[in-house]
């Protein structure tokens, strides 16, 4: 249990290169569920273009949305954009960068699961196989074929065991260049989805450092204030809860005394430490309702807020104003001498 519980803490405080590492073993693993992927064109010219393009951007979105539930930050993102505004503004900015990292580490998938498919050239050539050019590439006299029966023939190019029609093209042909035009899409995609990536990584910071550095630090806050809260909030219940048990058995012991006239157990020593990290806090509704005002309104982003009756500046009152203090009678009489 404990080498689980140290593996959680290093992935906990690694968690941006593992999340880095989840994106990488995504995009190995769509282009891995490509190649083990049967291809199976319907060769139907109703439902070509719907199964080729189907199998092309369907997955990426899958893929996509996976990127963002594999990320812990999604949940952290919706609750700092959903929580009232209290005390604390909300800062967009903050906001539009992390929703930005973690889209550009959930699009590393997506865009290796089009390359390959774009490369391959299967879904090109189903999707667009009834828009081969037949008179420059095929016989334009055979005209003994209506439109509707010439696009059933050309439906089955990319099925060559049913391909009957090499009168009016041929198969090969028909293959070649609509895998060609595939091969093209796929490096140019290839190319425009790494320069995108060169200007975001490289440029974007040049233009806007001090909103990029503000942004960037304020999000690595929100990340670091969640997980010191999540941990405080355990050491409190653990405490609690500790406490809670041993006043319960302190008053078994009682009444187990009473009746059999034996002295009780003493209260152990560790007991204080633990109400000493109850802060205070040592009711149900206590605890409720610290955790909502925590929610609804945070306390303010400065180190030395007002002495407030209320604690932490939560309740919104303002503070009574402080008064210098009086003279001591030394300083007086020296005073009155002089």
């Not at 891995?32 to 369907?58: E, H, K």
């Not at 996976?66 to 900015?93: C, H, T, Y």
């Not at 006239?261 to 610290?290: F, H, S, V, W």
């Amino acid at each position: 249990m404990d080498k689980f519980r140290m593996i959680f803490q290093f992935l906990q405080s690694n968690q941006e290169s593992f999340m880095n590492g989840i994106c990488g073993i995504m995009a190995l693993a769509s282009a891995q569920m490509y190649s083990a992927f049967d291809f199976n064109c319907p060769c139907l010219p109703r439902y070509n273009l719907a199964y080729g393009l189907g199998i092309l951007l369907v997955p990426p979105l899958i893929l996509f949305l996976l990127g963002f539930v594999l990320n812990n930050n999604i949940s952290m993102l919706a609750e700092e954009w959903r929580r009232p505004r209290g005390q604390r503004g909300k800062d967009p900015a903050v906001l539009r960068y992390m929703f930005c990292s973690m889209a550009q580490r959930a699009m590393i998938a997506p865009v290796v699961w089009v390359s390959v498919t774009l490369l391959d050239g299967k879904c090109i050539t189903c999707a667009f196989c009834t828009l081969v050019p037949v008179e420059t590439l095929g016989n334009a006299s055979h005209s003994s074929l209506s439109q509707g029966e010439m696009k059933r023939v050309l439906a089955r190019i990319p099925c060559k065991e049913i391909y009957n029609g090499q009168e009016l093209i041929a198969n090969e042909v028909a293959v070649r260049y609509l895998r060609c035009i595939s091969q093209a899409l796929g490096w140019c995609f290839v190319l425009l989805m790494t320069m995108l990536a060169f200007l975001v990584r490289s440029l974007r910071p040049c233009f806007t450092q001090a909103a990029f550095l503000k942004s960037r630090y304020w999000s690595h806050y929100i990340d670091i204030e969640r997980k010191l809260f999540d941990e405080t909030c355990a050491e409190h219940a653990r405490s609690f809860a500790k406490v809670c048990i041993q006043q319960f058995f302190e008053g078994m012991s009682t009444d187990l005394a009473a009746a059999h006239c034996y002295p009780p157990r003493k209260t152990p020593a560790n007991a204080g430490e633990a109400t000493e990290k109850l802060l205070g806090i040592t009711d149900q509704g206590t605890m409720n309702t610290a955790l909502k005002r925590w929610h609804r309104c945070k306390p303010p982003l400065h180190l030395h807020p007002p002495a407030l009756p209320s604690g932490n500046g939560w309740a919104g009152e303002r503070q009574p104003p402080t008064h210098p203090p009086a003279p001591r009678r030394e300083t007086a009489a020296y005073y009155s001498r002089v």
